[in-house]
């Protein structure tokens, strides 16, 4: 087998437009969570009823995403599949990156981004939330170690036993953020057992389609062999994932259906949700899981990297899809106080919330996004994190 | 520790400033403080001018989740004692000569205490100096009437 | 004011504290562990666990006595934004379609003796005081918001805008979560909650307060004499709140 090289890539006028457009967004989400600090958050579409709202949304897709983007390097260090080694170093950048930028939001969303440190010095052991703090900083450091094992040849032979941990690691971290989630038994949409296990194949699929779409660009961008091979193993694993996370939501549905107190949440948001039902129906299972399985698996599409990168972004969207029915809808179903009695109050008791997120809140969510992609854009500016070249041959 | 600096650079300029005669405002550009027309602190001023956000953040933890409601080291009781001006008359936390803004705004520090807590004493309540001194306080308040 | 039930309840209303506004009970009256408030420089204890007992065959549909009460007290007036104002305690109003009998009651922070807002929150700001009171420490909430999608009641808003002129003993402010603090600023000095004051002056007598924990309390003996009710029983969160009629 050939010796991958790496190199960070030029400064073409591309990457420069790529900046900026990065970084304008970036400061729009700057710009909104400032806004939405001194204005208080009245001027979000989020109230009482809908505490959590998009910036949730991309966070949680995000964080999602993260521990997906991870799945390369996984499979090419602990499986030893040694083709998708030369990939692995973008794949724990990546990694890093998505879970900042959905950080990045999740802090600024707060009431209080002043006080962080509090977060930080104090902690509720019993909170699945604080866990989660606790997870993500160690996903930070074990993928930080893991990328210094790829890329400092002294410490090159730990790189299986930390890659092993960082597996562990991100099936705990996506398990915690699924329940954080999962612990709210008080709300009947999110009552279900299910949750934690379906946020791993979410995070599978997420993280796998953001990354052919960074890995795409990147290698297209600076004008950087990819062979096909690759792809097509890559592809594969995209629908694949797609599939199972299909069949997991249906799963989920099927499941809250038997239990008589769950049928009129998915009632709710199978059918009479409004914006909910349609992201549902049109996001996350025709854009987001049908449309994509049919660009992957037609041989129409067969080796097109256009179909393939549009179903990756797809995926994507489909994946914000999800975590706008998974959160949003499931805050918009009333709670159940008092099964079987007609409800009313001027707080909204037994009717269905709706939610329109207001501009500065979708600023907020897609700056965190655009954080992501500018940190990866830096990254493989001043380091070593891309091959210089990955034909077919390389991956033999 | 942002605040220490300020701190330090408010006590230099604080004391020469106190040990001197009050007359004397010209050279060193002092807020107004005017402590409010209670007769002494809670604690020694030199120890309050130091210390009294320790107080306060103490009593604040003891009051909220172990319910001890005494007086002395209460945030409203200062409010109650320094946010009255020399007539008696409340002063409202938007008055640039408000007792705690004043300084804190001198020493370039920004509690957010007063983004929740009400900066105006409460009518009728007046400041006490130490536990159990509600008469200290009742008295101080109607000699109030009578002060300058 | 002079109607028998009133001065019926509010005898038996202290049963837990000795109200200082109401010195024109007889001081023979108060037989019970907490013969006097609170002295100041004591911690709260466990002995005592607060307690609600609405009675709903009492609480009438257009009476929001208790609602209002509350927002006088903690002045949580809103800004003409209903989904996004603060509601503390709201009146809920239940038909039931079978039989088309109507209910009206009052629903607030249950004060649960396993709250999952406290499970829930990163912080410890949520938490729940020795004599079971739930309340945010808003010193050290940082607004994630975590608890108002773990409460099972809608018990918990969270503050939209900034605020000033607040009420001296009810700090409020931007960026917070709030909720009923079955008015610990009122009960630490032997008052007893605003909301139970006004429902016992001008409703008719639907609330009833006192500590679950004392055998001698009125609410420990209502409690005991008739059926009560747990909302959301099924969660087995032991509420502090319980109601009647239901």
């Not at chain 1, 709210?184 to 699929?205: E, G, H, T």
């Not at chain 3, 208790?66 to 239940?94: F, M, N, Y």
């Not at chain 3, 499970?119 to 940082?142: E, M």
Request: charged share 15%.
């Amino acid at each position: 087998m050939k010796r991958t090289r790496y190199l960070e890539i030029g400064t073409s006028s591309g990457y420069l437009l790529l900046l900026a457009v990065l970084g304008v967004l970036v400061a729009g989400g700057a710009g909104a969570a400032w806004f939405m600090e001194h204005q208080g958050h009245h001027v979000t579409g989020m109230d009482n009823q809908v505490a959590w709202g998009m910036p949730h949304v991309f966070a949680v897709f995000l964080i999602v995403a993260a521990s997906g983007a991870l799945n390369v390097a996984s499979i090419g260090s602990v499986f030893a599949k040694v083709e998708y080694k030369p990939l692995a170093r973008l794949s724990g950048l990546l990694a890093i990156a998505l879970l900042a930028g959905g950080l990045a939001i999740l802090v600024l969303d707060l009431g209080r981004p002043d006080r962080l440190i509090v977060a930080m010095t104090n902690y509720n052991f019993k909170s699945i939330f604080a866990w989660n703090i606790f997870l993500y900083n160690g996903f930070f450091l074990i993928v930080a170690i893991y990328l210094w094992t790829l890329m400092d040849p002294s410490v090159a032979k730990y790189g299986k036993r930390i890659g092993l941990l960082a597996i562990g690691w991100r099936l705990v971290l996506t398990t915690g953020t699924g329940s954080i989630f999962g612990f709210l038994v008080a709300r009947q949409a999110y009552d279900a057992a299910i949750l934690a296990p379906y946020f791993i194949v979410l995070s599978l699929a997420f993280g796998m389609a953001a990354f052919i779409l960074v890995m795409l660009v990147a290698f297209n961008g600076s004008g950087r062999t990819l062979g096909g091979a690759l792809l097509g193993r890559l592809r594969n694993l995209l629908g694949v994932f797609i599939a199972i996370a299909l069949l997991v939501v249906t799963t989920y549905y099927l499941t809250n259906l038997y239990a008589a107190e769950h049928q009129a949440t998915v009632r709710m948001i199978l059918l009479d949700g409004g914006s909910v039902t349609t992201t549902f129906w049109i996001g996350q299972v025709l854009l987001g899981s049908l449309i994509p399985l049919g660009l992957i698996y037609h041989p129409l599409f067969r080796d097109s990297r256009p179909a393939l990168a549009s179903a990756s972004v797809l995926v994507v969207l489909g994946g914000l899809a999800t975590m706008y029915v998974i959160i949003i809808g499931g805050q918009s179903v009333p709670l159940v106080l008092f099964p079987g009695m007609e409800v009313s109050s001027s707080f909204f008791d037994g009717s269905f919330n709706p939610y329109a997120p207001s501009l500065p809140e979708m600023a907020l969510g897609l700056g965190g996004g655009a954080l992501a992609l500018l940190l990866v854009a830096l990254g493989v500016r001043v380091l070593p994190f891309l091959p210089d070249a990955l034909p077919d041959t390389a991956a033999d | 520790m942002r605040h220490l600096l300020p701190a330090l650079l408010l006590l230099l300029a604080a004391l020469p400033a106190t040990a001197a005669a009050p007359a004397d405002g010209s050279r060193v550009p002092l807020p107004a403080i005017d402590a409010g027309p209670g007769e002494q602190c809670v604690e020694p001023v030199e120890f309050m001018r130091r210390n009294h956000m320790e107080l306060i953040l103490h009593q604040r933890d003891e009051t909220v989740h172990r319910s001890i409601r005494t007086k002395r080291y209460s945030l409203r009781n200062c409010i109650n004692c320094h946010a009255v001006d020399a007539g008696g008359q409340p002063v409202s936390l938007d008055d640039p000569e408000h007792f705690c803004v004043s300084c804190h705004r001198y020493a370039a520090v920004k509690p957010d205490c007063f983004q929740c807590h009400s900066g105006e004493p409460e009518p009728g309540v007046p400041g006490v100096v130490g536990a159990g001194a509600w008469s200290r306080g009742l008295a101080a308040n109607a000699s109030r009437g009578v002060k300058p | 004011m002079s109607e028998q039930p009133i001065d019926r309840y509010r005898r038996r209303l202290l049963g837990g504290a000795v109200a200082a506004g109401t010195l024109t009970l007889a001081p023979g009256l108060f037989l019970h562990r907490l013969a006097e408030a609170k002295p100041d420089a004591d911690p709260v204890t466990s002995i005592i666990r607060w307690g609600l007992l609405v009675d709903t065959n009492r609480c009438a549909s257009n009476c929001t006595a208790c609602v209002d009460a509350c927002r006088d007290e903690h002045g949580w007036t809103g800004h003409d934004r209903p989904r996004s104002d603060a509601q503390w305690i709201r009146k809920v109003e239940l038909r039931d379609p079978a039989t088309g009998r109507e209910v009206s009651l009052p629903m607030m922070c249950q004060h649960c003796a396993k709250p999952p807002c406290v499970d829930v929150c990163p912080t410890g700001a949520s938490f729940k005081r020795a004599d079971g009171i739930v309340l945010v420490d808003k010193h050290i909430c940082i607004g994630c918001r975590y608890c108002m999608l773990a409460c099972p009641y809608k018990a918990r808003s969270f503050i939209h805008e900034e605020l000033s002129h607040q009420k001296p003993y009810s700090p409020r402010g931007k960026g917070t979560v709030e909720g009923c603090t079955l008015c610990v600023h009122r009960i630490d000095v032997g008052q007893e909650p605003a909301c139970v004051e006004a429902c016992t002056a001008d409703g008719r007598g639907a609330l009833l307060f006192g500590d679950l924990n004392d055998p001698k309390s009125a609410i420990y003996q209502a409690l005991a004499e008739h059926p009560s009710t747990q909302v959301r029983a099924d969660l087995n969160l032991d509420l502090g709140v319980r109601y009647r009629g239901l």
